[in-house]
């Protein structure tokens, strides 16, 4: 009777599976081939080399203050003394936390920019699976091993191109 039981479990789990169907994307062409993508790119270019500057715009003005610090703190009463030292303090710590605040927000700003982005490319592999009647979808740049199953990419970049134009109009 349990050999019976056990055989039975095999043929059903057997059907399941050959049922199974897998496909495989690779995300990187679809990503590459998206034209918010590459502008999405271009914005956080832009927002990281502007915070670059202004850090830069930051640090020159920190070193000048310091330089003058240098050459007039010998005649300078203790009391003056600390105060210049805690403004350039003050200083140094402004440009740290501007730092983290830039890069705060160009990771907020990456994750608001490509979310849209990762969306649409996730409807675009659902309508193609739904339209292949896949049961599971696999990105190829995140396995470690695949053989076999439905390569979906030109399929999925079709409908990644229609999606992407569709939300730039």
């Known amino acids: 009777m349990k050999n019976l039981l056990f055989l039975v479990t095999i043929f059903m789990s057997l059907s399941v599976f050959s049922q199974t169907k897998i496909g495989h994307v690779n ?33 020159k003005a ?4 310091y330089i003058k610090f240098e050459a007039t703190s010998k005649d300078m ?4 003394l600390k105060m210049e030292q805690d403004k350039l303090m003050k200083k140094q710590q402004d440009i740290e936390t501007r730092q983290n605040e830039l890069e705060q927000g160009l990771q907020i700003y990456n994750e608001e920019l490509n979310k849209p982005i990762l969306d649409r490319i996730q409807k675009a592999i659902e309508i193609v699976a739904d339209r292949k009647k896949l049961s599971y979808v696999i990105d190829e740049t995140a396995a470690l091993y695949f053989k076999g199953g439905i390569d979906c990419t030109p399929e999925a970049l079709v409908e990644v191109i229609k999606l992407d134009l569709e939300s730039i109009k």
């Open 77 to 80: 009463s203790p009391v003056l």
């Open 27 to 59: 995300s990187q062409k679809l990503l590459d081939t998206m034209q918010s993508r590459k502008t999405a790119m271009k914005k956080l270019d832009d927002f990281r080399a502007e915070g670059i500057k202004e850090l830069q715009e930051m640090q």
């Open 62 to 65: 920190f070193e000048t203050a």
